[in-house]
């Protein structure tokens, strides 16, 4: 936690919950700015979330142990529009950007894999959209089928 607040970031919220101690740090510079590094969860859930000029947020997306965040890196991007927030905290494998781009170049399995991920985490934000355009009434026809 130290190390984190040395770096930057500031508590959003934090708390106690059913399965422990939470908290959620805030970059509020991520957004654009230059990626370093690139993460694989192994155990946890990352928020993909858009920000607006006016500070207002909205998740698009989540990450478990099924792709990368940030998700620019599959694209070869240097910056992302987007902040992750871990919902559930856990554990995983930091990647410093120059290696995560020789990977990227010299696997093709890799790129492969991550781009149907990219696929994946799309469709989930086209229904994450969907789900917020449509009126709660009709949904509830939706599942029930």
């Not at 890799?110 to 949904?139: D, E, H």
Request: a positive charge; proline letters at 3%; one cysteine or more.
């Amino acid at each position: 936690m130290k190390k984190a607040l040395g770096s930057g970031y500031t508590v959003g919220q934090q708390g106690d919950s059913a399965r422990g101690r939470f908290v959620y740090l805030w970059n509020e510079g991520h957004p654009g700015t230059v990626i370093e590094h690139y993460y694989f969860i192994e155990a946890g859930l990352g928020s993909i979330v858009c920000v607006s000029q006016d500070g207002f947020r909205a998740e698009v997306g989540m990450v478990g142990k099924d792709g990368v965040i940030p998700v620019a890196a599959i694209f070869d991007r240097d910056s992302s529009a987007h902040q992750i927030v871990m919902q559930v905290g856990g554990h995983g494998h930091r990647v410093d950007s120059t290696v995560f781009k020789q990977i990227m170049g010299g696997s093709e399995t890799m790129r492969r894999l991550l781009l149907r991920f990219a696929s994946n985490l799309s469709t989930q934000a086209s229904y994450t959209a969907l789900s917020n355009a449509v009126p709660w009434r009709p949904i509830r026809y939706m599942v029930a089928g």
